[in-house]
């Protein structure tokens, strides 16, 4: 769900900018995004409390981008009216930052993410001068915290806590589950979220309510600037096998690399709390958990335990952390050609070698307290983000996977006059047909074409519903739902359509059937100014992009926001700087470092 501020109309995902007359000053734009998504990566950008099947989402991320033009960039000579691009001055003044946060109930695998509840967080930075006709220069980090098994023991058998190394008589559940709850609110820079997730275990089941700000906060007592999340854990229903009386999480924290001093949130609680480091992320703990035979409520805080806090190395078996041969960490999964034996040699391949198991024992010492609360906060030193990984990705050596994921070229658009028109012929400015998250149709102008004319030839799914025909590439997005329910759609890859399933018309749910895969040639998109980047070809509502909808919609806000400033005429001039800057960014960033960190947590496919 896009913030609609509407500080440029069309676009609406932006606030922080206004129109200045002192050029001597940059131009800072902030967007916020919050979207679902479900096992099978489809995603619903319209989530909030009002979201029907909830249950059927297991992942929640919100998007936080910062675009800055410095004063530098000098697109037209005001005392002449001539047009004055000059290619290198426009990449040394445009930079960017991003936040990515979210909430998981986990993956089938750990080839698709992590199979067990885990939250993220992620901080990139993209200065000014980052970008030059050939290459891009990205810092930044990721980092998760997977609260991977609640485990039941007795406090006399472990007087110091679990995760000395061995653990006789120690009972692990896993822990996997989806959304149980979504509230958004506020709006533009103070919007925030609150978003459950509750594990499938009953016995107990854990829920982590996390909140997810837009902005620095302060929120239950505690300070939390845009970077850092508050979760409160409730475990709730607890059965103690045999002659167990407390219990625990077994959590695992995996990130990118970084060995410099990271900087923790100054919470304005620091003498009650405990704290981890791993990568440029940081996990903050209370050192209290509270514990009660009833349910944790404000009415009923419960009485106090102290936590017990021990780690391990991850090694490649995973049995210093309690891991045997028939849990998930263990188990070998195979993709694109390439067996991992462990998930440790997996997340090591996908660029997170810093991994490390943590144990939080809560020493109950008592059967009768079934209930727990604890309140941890996860979030990234957006300084040691700068240093901890710096890449750069050339324009010769990318590869050419993003061309090839696009519509047919002789799909139609329909334009504002009626007119229905191939997609290969449309045109800079024309304004075409919408639809917003939540299906609204309306006519948006195209703000970016990314394909010249074109025949390339690739392989297309090829989907045949009651009304319409549309042809797209198997990782395209789609609005299709497999019960065909009102609210039940959402963007899904093209690949996972079946016979039987919907797709969302213009005139309303469209039942699929047939799909086939067929070959053609020609492959083309447009970017409309419309923030939602969901566009309608051959009467169905699709998204523009492929792969990660959400990733690519919001890079295509840097378009949005220039044209909003010079109009299409001007931009459709800028072509050339626009192509070499997405094919960099696009192809040589995404492709070449971000899908297999988005692969990893679910982000985009593993393909």
């Known amino acids: 769900m896009m913030s609609d ?18 050029c001597s000053q940059p131009i800072v734009v902030k967007q916020i995004q919050f979207y679902c998504e479900t096992q099978s990566s489809s995603e619903n950008e319209n989530c909030n409390g009002t979201t029907q099947n909830l249950s059927i989402y297991t992942d929640f991320y919100i998007e936080r981008h910062e ?67 050939s290459s891009l220069k990205l810092t930044g980090t990721n980092s998760y915290i ?55 275990s009953t016995g107990p089941q854990v829920c982590i309510s996390t909140f997810i700000t837009g902005d620095d906060t302060t929120y239950e007592g505690f300070n939390l600037d845009g970077t850092s999340t508050k979760a409160n854990v409730f475990i709730n229903s607890i059965t103690y096998p045999s002659s167990h009386n407390s219990g625990g999480l077994r959590m695992l924290a995996v990130s990118t690399s970084y060995s410099g001093t990271v900087s923790l949130d100054e919470t304005g609680d620091e003498a009650s709390q405990s704290s981890e480091t791993f990568g440029a992320a940081y996990f903050i703990t209370q050192k209290n958990i509270q514990v009660s035979p009833n349910a944790i409520t404000t009415q009923n805080p419960g009485s106090t335990v102290t936590v017990q806090r021990l780690k391990q190395s ?83 050596t990318t590869t050419s996977s993003s061309s090839g994921v696009c519509f047919h070229a002789d799909s139609k658009v329909v334009l504002e006059s009626g007119e229905a028109k191939r997609i290969e012929e449309l045109k800079w400015g024309e304004r075409v047909q919408v639809a917003s998250a939540d299906g609204e149709i309306s006519f948006s102008d195209i703000v970016y074409i990314p394909h010249s004319k074109n025949n390339k030839q690739s392989r297309f799914v090829q989907i045949t519903t009651t009304d319409n025909v549309v042809k ?27 016979a039987g399933h919907c797709l969302d018309g213009t005139k309303g749910a469209e039942v699929v059937k047939d799909v086939a895969l067929v070959n053609g040639n020609g492959l083309y998109t447009v ?81």
């Open 5 to 22: 501020v509407g500080v440029f109309g069309d676009p609406g995902s932006s606030w922080g900018a206004t129109t200045q007359s002192d």
């Open 67 to 133: 675009y800055t033009i410095a004063s530098t960039i000098s697109l037209i000579d005001y005392s002449s009216g001539a047009f004055n691009f000059d290619t290198a001055t426009f990449f040394d003044s445009v930079g960017a930052k991003m936040f990515i946060s979210g909430v998981h109930g986990g993956a089938a695998n750990y080839g698709d993410g992590p199979p067990t509840m885990y939250s993220s967080v992620g901080y990139y930075v993209f200065p000014p001068g980052a970008f030059s006709d």
């Open 146 to 200: 997977l609260y991977d098994s609640w485990y039941t023991y007795q406090t006399s058998q472990y007087t110091s806590g679990v995760g000395t190394g061995t653990y006789t008589d120690v009972t692990f559940t896993q822990l996997r589950g989806s959304l149980s709850s979504i509230e958004v609110l506020g709006q533009d820079s103070d919007q925030n979220a609150t978003i459950s997730v509750c594990s499938s």
């Open 314 to 396: 991850l090694t490649d078996d995973g049995t210093l952390c309690g891991y045997t041969s028939g849990d998930w960490f263990s188990e070998a999964v195979t993709m694109d050609g390439r067996t991992f034996n462990t998930a440790q040699d997996f997340f090591e391949y996908s660029g997170f070698p810093d991994m490390e198991c943590l144990f939080y024992s809560f020493p109950a010492n008592n059967a009768s307290e079934t209930n727990m609360m604890w309140d941890p906060i996860l979030g990234v030193d957006p300084v040691a983000a700068q240093y901890s990984t710096n890449i750069t990705t050339s324009s010769s």
């Open 472 to 498: 797209m590439t198997k990782y395209h997005f789609v609005m299709a739902s497999e019960t065909c329910e009102p609210g039940s759609f959402a963007l899904t890859y093209a690949k996972n359509v079946k």
């Open 527 to 607: 970017v409309a100014a419309h923030s939602d980047g969901i566009i309608v070809v051959d009467g169905i509502k699709a998204s523009s992009f492929a792969e990660s909808h959400s990733f690519t919609n919001s890079y295509y806000n840097i378009h949005r926001f220039l044209h909003s400033l010079f109009g299409h005429e001007v931009m459709s001039k800028t072509a050339s700087a626009h192509n070499v800057i997405s094919d960099i960014f696009v192809e040589g960033l995404y492709f070449g470092l971000m899908k297999p960190a988005m692969c990893a947590a679910r982000l985009a496919s593993c393909e």
